[in-house]
T-cell receptor, first 112, second 115 residues
């Protein structure tokens, strides 16, 4: 079991650029979550999917953020255009119904 | 809706001393409770969880936590800490029996173990 795999580990980009974060959940897990971690707000749930369908995106900050899950083994979180205040560590996590979350190692995003 | 409060942002402790990290929650429905640990530059790992049954829950690395419904608390304890326990600890809550594993996290407590 390779765990939840996120890429890239680090991303540095300029304000206004498009950023795409990627996540491969653990095989067999039917829930996928995107969290954002900052010093000011801690861990915030952005969006989660069940069986590839977005269930709750109320945590997505604004229209610049979008997430997709085209199949059971892949999800993306896109920010377009990016802003300095988007700088954070973005975590992906997956689980089965009734089981705890398994987190990836995160993507550290820096927007200059 | 649920919420979690971790009042201590940082807890310094000497090696081999006992430690307690505090967690209080708020919810209008029954909840599941979790403690996660985050080592530097890594994701979160599950330490232990309370779903039902015995209110004293034992987890990995010698940690345990006690669910206290009347005080809406789920404090984490370890009788003797090691340098390697230095990390950020997060308490989390989810709705019991809900259709999801949607977790709400506290703001975290940095456990700093000193030699």
């Amino acid at each position: 079991d390779a765990g939840v795999i996120q890429s890239p580990r680090h991303e540095v980009t300029e304000m206004g650029q498009e950023v795409t974060l990627r996540c491969k959940p653990i095989s067999g897990h039917d829930y996928l979550f995107w969290y954002r971690q900052t010093m000011m707000r801690g861990l915030e749930l952005l969006i989660y999917f069940n069986n590839n369908v977005p269930i709750d995106d109320s945590g997505m900050p604004e229209d610049r953020f979008s997430a997709k899950m085209p199949n059971a083994s892949f999800s993306t979180l896109k920010i377009q255009p990016s802003e300095p205040r988007d700088s954070a560590v973005y975590f992906c996590a997956s689980s089965r119904q009734g089981s705890p979350l398994h987190f990836g190692n995160g993507t550290r995003l820096t927007v200059t | 809706a649920q919420s979690v409060t971790q009042l201590d942002s940082q807890v310094p402790v000497f090696e081999e001393a006992p430690v307690e990290l505090r967690c209080n929650y708020s919810s209008s429905v029954s909840v599941y409770l979790f403690w996660y640990v985050q080592y530097p530059n890594q994701g979160l790992q599950l330490l232990l969880k309370y779903l039902s049954g015995s209110t004293l829950v034992k987890g990995i690395n010698g940690f345990e936590a006690e669910f206290n419904k009347s005080q809406t608390s789920f404090h984490l304890r370890k009788p003797s800490v090691h340098i390697s326990d230095t990390a950020e600890y997060f308490c989390a809550v989810s709705e019991a029996g809900g259709a999801t594993n949607k977790l709400i996290f506290g703001t975290g407590t940095l456990l700093a173990v000193q030699p």
